[in-house]
């Protein structure tokens, strides 16, 4: 094991080999989630009958990132589909804005070739340090109330589009709470939640899991009719529709893919690196491009084996917290990623909206946690960041809430007299979505 130990830089970070191992296990299981959450979300865009394949490419662009972070980056990051992504994939561009699946991979493969010619020329990092933190904590905060939205949606606790809005926990609803899906959806969320608190490894698996088993038993759902399988991929692979970009309302997605991502790698990396030692004294990110390059590619490869955008993982934290520090922590998680997600459609397949809901909702709380960074007492920043946060789940659209936060936020601190603390390059951007949303509404 010795090349593992000088190519990973084992006594440079104060580390040993069964370190390391643990630490690559320990985020494995904190975030395989993925493997069933992942696929559950995308094939409500594309079809039932892409399942299977959607299992095989979460675990292959999961994996195959993860080994790049492992050997480029050499950090104890993993990566997968991002949560909120998927969620803006399905839900805004695909079921609310009407586009096919294929034009959002396209979308997705677009955004991925953009990022590494930004990456490649460092204008990724120059333009992120132009968005203030609380828009960038905003967003954060706004995509986990979006996921905890369509968990709640996904069990049928909500009812939108109605006469009064959003019903929640009303009529039809709260009967949903004593049908047998519904006493399931509230064990899994209270056993995360006890899990979690108890600092358990693994709370998501674990809840997702044994409220499946349990479902299972008391014949609520089918029992899996195996649980290994052949991986398969051909419902998925190399099915993006380039040719449905040169729709105008397609920049709109692409730009939206764009944002999010940016802000979700850098705010996920910069927090992984503060929590592994990896920041500088004036807080830049040790080989951050190394890092970003690593998301970039993941995201292309992943829209061609066909899933959503790829980004860097929150849950890394785990293996970090368990004292991983290179990229062999990566490696080991990358590796099972890759051993058991190619092989276990069949129980992905089996386990039910009610089992997957509960994560969705605990995602939301950890991603709303990012909004006591942000300064209250200053209504210039905390309006705007208010803004985001309120929008996203409430227009369904993560892009909607990025671009009323870009815009009120460069407008607020005009009229405050402070619009030469807004950075030029938020102006453009604020002026994008402006023309956009003007798009939209048929005023151009």
Known sequence: MGWFERYFEFERYGTDLNTEILAGLTTFMAMAYILFVNPAILSQAMGKKAFDSLVTATALAAGISTLIMAFYAKKPFALAPGMGLNGYF?????LGMGYSWRVALAAVFVEGLIFIVLTLTRVRSAVIQAIPLSQKYAIGAGIGLFLTFIGLNNVGLITASTDKGVLLFTGLNARILVSREGLLFLFGLFLAAVLIARRVKGALLISILTTSILAWVTGTTPWPHQIFSTPTISYTFLKLNLSGLLNVGVVGVVFAFLMVDFFDTLGTATGLSAKAGYLTKDGKV???EKVLMTDAVGTTLGALLGTSTVAVYVESSTGIEEGGRTGMTALVTGLLLLGVGLFIAPLAAAIPFFATAPALVIVGYY????IQNIDFSDPSEAIPAFLVVMSIPFTYSISAGIGLGF???AVIKAFKGEWRDVHPTLWILAAT???????LGGAL
């Open 90 to 94: 399905t839900y805004s561009v695909v």
């Open 407 to 409: 815009i009120s936020y």
């Open 433 to 439: 979505f402006a023309l956009y949303f003007a798009y």
């Open 286 to 288: 040790i080989d951050a």
């Open 367 to 370: 991603m709303i946690s990012m």
